[in-house]
């Protein structure tokens, strides 16, 4: 009779658990429910010693945690658990190689080396199938993800492999090493790079679209900004379809673009090696180390000489960065841009928590930040950066030596910092293992390392 009392109790908790969800809109954790974890499904191919650590906001599913919660014979842990501010090891990492990451808005897309069907994972708010279509499960809703779950793409060739992901605000790219792009998510300005149907539902879609090459060139990189998508092909062209309206396609024109077309003005004479966007504003850095920019520039981010605030033809911006040196990697946050030259230092400028202390939130020109605020110093003199990221609103550094700081809005803890307090000035995060490359976006941060040993 004991028996069947608990398994009544229990089944009158998922019952209500499921019930509460459906009016809340809110998960509930189920003590006894089993963890679930999609790609359990699949067998470890882990080989390399590459790690990934994730932190901020955990409640969206970006961060692919789901951690037990009541198990017997398990750690327990808070049942509010939604944010994270200390940089913790993803699982999903430990089971399979990542090659490339892309944080969007609220979730977190994985390639993995493989030569299985399934090269890509996605986690975290799936409203427009931005990670792809996936069955319902009971309690689980579609337009959210705990855990990293395989994103179904028909490739050509199961030999194919994924070189590239690229994130945006409800839209996903993946680029591919002889299969160009695909693109998938939603499409409402032609940011999935074919035809707009106002009329299409993108939530449970299974819609995803290939754009094999761009101007007979094949594609070498991709960059997702909010709404708009820009493509690099191995001549250095940059294309650009999506939302137009602050001159971010930089088509010459403030309207949508559902095709990929050549982006116009000073980048068409040049080869392009990289694009940087995650909100509105465009950067684009060619083989000579020289800068190029475009799209929203309401804080001086792209300046003009008519202070026009849309700028829809991309410009070069030698006169901006005169005189500091040759640029080797770019970033362009929500109201703020950064570059970082050859030797190490960081320029930031526009508008926000740049990184020069709490006097300093707007500035026109390129501001270099002191470098000892990374490191380097008497005892340490060939200290210096290599990698910059941008989220909306946080910023990051990678030094020569696998050091990471951040700096800026500290929404949801997405500075691993410990704590949900701003940020004024660069400030190293506590990660055990040598960070590579940081990828950032609204809440939350992803970190590709690897051991000290």
């Known amino acids: 009779m004991n028996a069947i009392k608990l398994l009544v109790q229990r089944r009158t908790t998922n019952l209500l658990a499921t019930r509460a969800y459906a009016t809340t809109k809110k998960k509930i954790p189920d003590p006894d429910e089993e963890e679930q974890l999609p790609i359990f499904q699949y067998p470890v191919s882990k080989s390399s010693d590459r790690r990934v650590y994730v932190w901020g906001f955990a409640e969206t599913g ?33 089971r399979f190689d990542v090659t490339h990451i892309a944080c969007g808005y ?21 409203t427009d199938s931005q990670i792809g279509y996936h069955a319902p499960r009971r309690g689980h809703p579609l337009e959210l993800l705990l855990s990293p779950a395989p994103i179904y793409i028909s490739y050509k060739s199961i ?55 761009l101007g ?78 475009w799209g929203n520039s309401e804080y001086g981010q792209v300046p003009m000489a008519s202070k026009q605030q849309q700028v829809n033809t991309s410009y070069s911006l030698l006169e901006l960065t005169k005189g500091l040196g040759r640029i080797v990697d ?19 400028w526009g508008f926000g928590l740049l990184g020069l202390g709490p006097n300093v939130q707007h500035a026109a020109k390129p501001k270099l930040i002191p470098p000892t605020l990374f490191g380097r110093n008497e005892f340490n003199p060939e200290s210096m950066i290599v990698k910059v990221a941008c989220g909306i609103a946080h910023l990051a550094a990678v030094t020569n030596s696998g050091d990471l700081y951040m700096w800026g809005r500290n929404r949801q803890g997405c500075l691993g910092l410990g704590h949900m307090k701003d940020q004024q000035f660069p400030l190293k995060v506590s990660i055990g293992a040598h960070v590579l490359d940081v990828a950032c976006s609204v809440d939350h941060s992803v970190a590709f390392c690897k051991p000290f040993m």
């Not at 999506?242 to 010459?252: E, F, M």
Request: hydrophobic share 35%; net charge neutral.
């Open 62 to 94: 970006a961060l692919g945690i789901h951690l037990p919660r009541g198990k017997k014979g398990r750690k327990q842990y808070k049942r509010d658990f939604s944010l994270v501010w200390h940089p913790m090891r993803s699982s999903f990492a430990e």
């Open 106 to 126: 609220g979730f977190t897309v994985a390639s993995i080396k493989t030569d299985e069907q399934h090269k890509v994972f996605g986690t975290g708010i799936n």
């Open 159 to 213: 030999e194919t492999k994924v070189i590239g992901v690229a994130a945006g605000r409800a839209h996903t790219v993946i680029l591919t090493d002889n299969e160009g792009a695909y693109t998938l998510g939603n499409n409402a300005y032609g940011q999935c790079g074919r035809k707009i149907n106002e009329r299409e539902e993108y939530k449970g879609s299974m819609v995803s679209h290939n754009i094999r090459t």
């Open 216 to 293: 007979k060139e094949n594609i070498t990189d991709v960059c997702c900004g909010q709404d708009h998508t820009l493509f690099i092909t191995e001549s250095g062209k940059v294309y650009a379809c999506g939302w137009g309206a602050d001159g971010q396609t930089g088509l010459g024109v403030y309207t949508n673009q559902a095709v990929p077309a050549p982006v116009k003005g000073d980048v068409t004479s040049e080869r392009i090696v990289k694009v940087a966007s995650t909100g509105d504003c465009v950067l684009a850095l060619n083989d000579k180390g020289e800068l190029f920019g």
């Open 330 to 348: 770019i970033a362009a946050g929500g109201s703020f841009c950064m570059i970082v030259n050859d030797q190490g230092d960081v320029f930031v």
